[in-house]
C-alpha cells in the first residue's frame, strides 16, 4: 500500500493521471472530437462532408495549414509534392537488407527515420524553408517507401511513382503494378482508398500523434518524430488493431463462428482477450468514422465480390455485442478500426499492411501537429512527471556481497 502523504513529501504535489485521460498536454486548433454525440470536424468541417467531397490532398493541405486550398494553392501543394516522390537509389539498399519477413510497420519506421541521412538539408525544424521541404519530402516519400516495403516482402521488383497518377492511384499502382504486366487502376478501390485516408487523417492527441509531439518537442526533425508516431501506431491497441481484428475474425470464423465464446472472453475480466475494433478512449457513441467505413464496405463488398464471410461475422459480432449489457455499460462501440479492414481486404491488400494504410492516412495529422507545435509562441520541451515509489537511500552492496 503506498503512503501518499510520504509520497507528497518526496516529490511535492503532482498531478497523477493514469493514462493521462482527463490531462490536456496542449491546445491545439486542428481537430474537436465530441465524444458523448460522435462528431469529428477537422479544421471545422465536419469529416462526414471532408470524406464525400475531397480529395486526400486536401484534407491534408487543410490539416496543416488551417483552411481549405483554392484550385491554385492545390495545385502548387499537389506540385511540391509530386517532384520528391523518389528516393534516393541508395536507399535501396536498406529495403534489401530486411529479412522477407519483416513486418512492413518495422521497415517503414525504419526508412522514415532513415530520411534524416538522405535529407540533410531540411532537418531543422525551426526553419521555416528546411521545415516547409521536410513536410513536402515526408508527404510525398512515404507511399514510395511503404510500396518499396511491401515489394521487398513478396520478392517483386520495386515500381517507381508516376507523378502524372494522383496521390491515391501512385501509391496502388507503385503496390500492385507488376513491370511486365498491364495494371488496370479500379476508379473504386482508388475512391474507397481516398476516403479511408481522408477518415484517418488525424484525431487529435491519440497515442501516436503524443509521440510526434512528444518526440518532436525536443526540437529533433520531422522524419525523426514520425518515425516515432509509427511505432506508437503499430501496436495493437491503436492502430494495429486493423491487423488484429481482421485476425480475430478470421479465428472465430474458422472456430465455427462461435461469436458467443468470444463475447464471454472479451468480458472475462480474468481473460486479456479484447474484441479488436471496439472501444474507444474518446467515443462513449458510435464512432463517426466507423459508421462511414461500414456503409462504404457495403457498397464495395455488394458490387465487387457479392458477400464476404468476414463481413457478415464482424456485422453479427457488433450486433450481438451492442446488445449485451457489459458492451452498452462500457458504451463500448465499434471503432475506425473494425471495418477498414473488411475494405483493405476486398482491395486485395494484405493484411499486414492494414496498419501501413493507417499510417499514410494519419500522416499530415502527425505533420499538422507537428508544425503547429513549432509555431506555437515559447513552446516548451514535453517532459511529464512522476510520482517516485521506488527505495528511499540505500548503503551500496559490493558484487561480492551480493546474493
Ligand atoms: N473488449 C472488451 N472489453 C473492453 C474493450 C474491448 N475491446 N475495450 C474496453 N473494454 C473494457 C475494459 O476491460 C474496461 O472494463 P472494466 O471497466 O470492467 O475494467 C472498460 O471497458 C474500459 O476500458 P479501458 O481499457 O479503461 O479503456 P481505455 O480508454 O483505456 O482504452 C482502448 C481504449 C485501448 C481503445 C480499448 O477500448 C481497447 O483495448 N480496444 C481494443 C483495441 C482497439 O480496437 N484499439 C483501436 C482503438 S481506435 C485507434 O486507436 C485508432
Not at 488484429?244 to 475480466?269: F, S, T, V, W
Given at each position: ?195 479511408l485516408l481522408i477518415l484517418h487523417a ?155 494504410l493507417f499510417a499514410l492516412g494519419r500522416l ?40
Amino acid at each position: 500500500v503506498i503512503d501518499i502523504s510520504k509520497l507528497y513529501q518526496m516529490t511535492g504535489y503532482i498531478t497523477l493521471d493514469d493514462g493521462f485521460a482527463n490531462t490536456g498536454g496542449t491546445t491545439s486548433s486542428i481537430t474537436y472530437i465530441d465524444g458523448e454525440k460522435g462528431i469529428l470536424r477537422y479544421r471545422g468541417y465536419r469529416i462526414e462532408e471532408l470524406a464525400e467531397r475531397c480529395d486526400f490532398l486536401e484534407v491534408a493541405y487543410l490539416l496543416i495549414y488551417g483552411e481549405l486550398p483554392t484550385a491554385d494553392q492545390l495545385e502548387e501543394f499537389r506540385d511540391n509534392i509530386r517532384r520528391h516522390t523518389l528516393l534516393h537509389e541508395g536507399m535501396k539498399q536498406l529495403f534489401a537488407g530486411f529479412p522477407p519477413d519483416a513486418h512492413p510497420m518495422a521497415i517503414l519506421s525504419s526508412v522514415v527515420g532513415a530520411l534524416a541521412i538522405y535529407c540533410k538539408d531540411s532537418l531543422d525544424p525551426l526553419d521555416e524553408a528546411q521545415r516547409q521541404l521536410s513536410i513536402y519530402r515526408l508527404m510525398a516519400k512515404m507511399p514510395t517507401i511503404a510500396a518499396f516495403g511491401y515489394k521487398q516482402s513478396i520478392g517483386q521488383p520495386f515500381v517507381y511513382p508516376q507523378n502524372h497518377l494522383t496521390y491515391c492511384q501512385n501509391f496502388l499502382y507503385m503496390l500492385f503494378a507488376v513491370p511486365s504486366e498491364r495494371y488496370r487502376m479500379d476508379p473504386d478501390y482508388v475512391e474507397a482508398l481516398n476516403l479511408l485516408l481522408i477518415l484517418h487523417a488525424d484525431h487529435g492527441q491519440n497515442c501516436s500523434t503524443s509521440a510526434v509531439r512528444m518526440v518532436g518537442s525536443s526540437n529533433v526533425n520531422l522524419f525523426s518524430a514520425i518515425s516515432a508516431g509509427i511505432c506508437a501506431l503499430w501496436g495493437q491497441l491503436h492502430g494495429g488493431a486493423n491487423e488484429a481484428c481482421i485476425n480475430m475474425l478470421e479465428q472465430i470464423l474458422a472456430d465455427n463462428r462461435n461469436i458467443g465464446k468470444y463475447i464471454d472472453k472479451a468480458k472475462d475480466p480474468n481473460d486479456p482477450f479484447r474484441l479488436m475494433g471496439f472501444g474507444h478512449r474518446i467515443y462513449k457513441n458510435y464512432d463517426p468514422r466507423a459508421k462511414i467505413i461500414k456503409s462504404v464496405a457495403d457498397r464495395l463488398i455488394a458490387k465487387k465480390i457479392g458477400t464476404d464471410p468476414l463481413f457478415e461475422l464482424a456485422k453479427e459480432l457488433e450486433e450481438i455485442a451492442l446488445k449485451d449489457p457489459y458492451f452498452v455499460e462500457r458504451k463500448l462501440y465499434p471503432n475506425v478500426d473494425f471495418y477498414s479492414g473488411i475494405i483493405y481486404r476486398a482491395m486485395g491488400i494484405p493484411k499486414n499492411m492494414f496498419t501501413v494504410l493507417f499510417a499514410l492516412g494519419r500522416l499530415p495529422g502527425w505533420i499538422a501537429h507537428w508544425r503547429e507545435m513549432h509555431l506555437t509562441p515559447n513552446k516548451r520541451i514535453h517532459r511529464p512527471r512522476q510520482l517516485y515509489i521506488g527505495y528511499p537511500e540505500r548503503p551500496f552492496v559490493p558484487l561480492i556481497k551480493r546474493s
